[in-house]
């Protein structure tokens, strides 16, 4: 496998991932639970996620893989 290919699947996995961690802490809503986590424990989740994520792609240039 391509590096640039481990590169774009590792930046979009982080990114559904965080994105998946904020809708479940929505759905858990303020003090509620989901899949056995607190809504506070899924914010958080969602924002480190979110924050690992954009130094990956910001290291993409010219990628035929993700058209950046």
């Given at each position: 496998?391509?590096?640039?290919?481990?590169?774009?699947?590792?930046?979009?996995?982080?990114?559904l991932?965080?994105?998946?961690?904020?809708?479940?802490?929505?759905?858990?809503?303020?003090?509620?639970?989901?899949?056995?986590?607190?809504?506070?424990?899924?914010?958080?989740?969602?924002?480190?996620?979110a924050?690992?994520?954009?130094?990956?792609?910001?290291?993409?240039?010219?990628?035929?893989?993700?058209?950046?």
């Amino acid at each position: 496998m391509d590096k640039k290919h481990l590169k774009c699947l590792l930046w979009k996995g982080l990114w559904l991932w965080g994105a998946l961690s904020l809708v479940g802490a929505w759905i858990a809503g303020e003090g509620g639970q989901f899949m056995g986590f607190g809504a506070q424990h899924l914010f958080s989740d969602a924002l480190v996620l979110a924050a690992l994520s954009i130094p990956i792609k910001l290291d993409c240039h010219s990628c035929f893989v993700c058209q950046a």
